[in-house]
């Protein structure tokens, strides 16, 4: 069993940057990964970022490429997502996520799941 617990959302202006963290618990390792998804009101929850716990392989959304960056501690039991250059449509609550055995892009990939933390962009 894995548990998660983001934390590091906020209020922020547009261009300005915040960092989200999400801190594991259970048993994962170099081949599993922990991703990010956000879903804002009305709107279907969507990938985000990616990385695999070996720190070989992260995926971005087109979105946010050049933007974010999903990272890991060396102990691989902490994610983090940089978030910088924020715009107001990023707006949304970001779920952290983990899955066992290969990384993914699509939430139906991802068991286990944090409560999600609010980021709000203001213009």
């Known amino acids: 069993q894995v548990q998660l617990q983001e934390s590091g959302g906020g209020l922020v202006q547009a261009g300005g940057s915040l960092r989200l963290s999400c801190a594991a618990s259970g048993r994962l390792f170099n081949n599993d990964a922990m991703g990010w998804f956000r879903q804002a009101p009305g709107k279907a929850r969507e990938f985000v970022a990616a990385?695999?716990?070996?720190?070989?392989?992260?995926y971005y959304a087109d979105s946010v490429k050049g933007r974010f960056t999903i990272s890991r501690n060396n102990a691989k039991d902490t994610v983090f997502l940089q978030m910088n250059s924020l715009k107001p449509e990023d707006t949304a609550v970001y779920y952290c996520?983990?899955?066992?055995?290969?990384?993914?892009?699509?939430?139906?990939?991802?068991?286990?799941w944090g409560q999600g933390t609010q980021v709000t962009v203001s213009s």
């Open positions: 990385i695999l716990l070996s720190g070989e392989s992260a």
């Open positions: 996520a983990g899955r066992l055995y290969g990384i993914g892009t699509r939430s139906t990939q991802y068991p286990y």
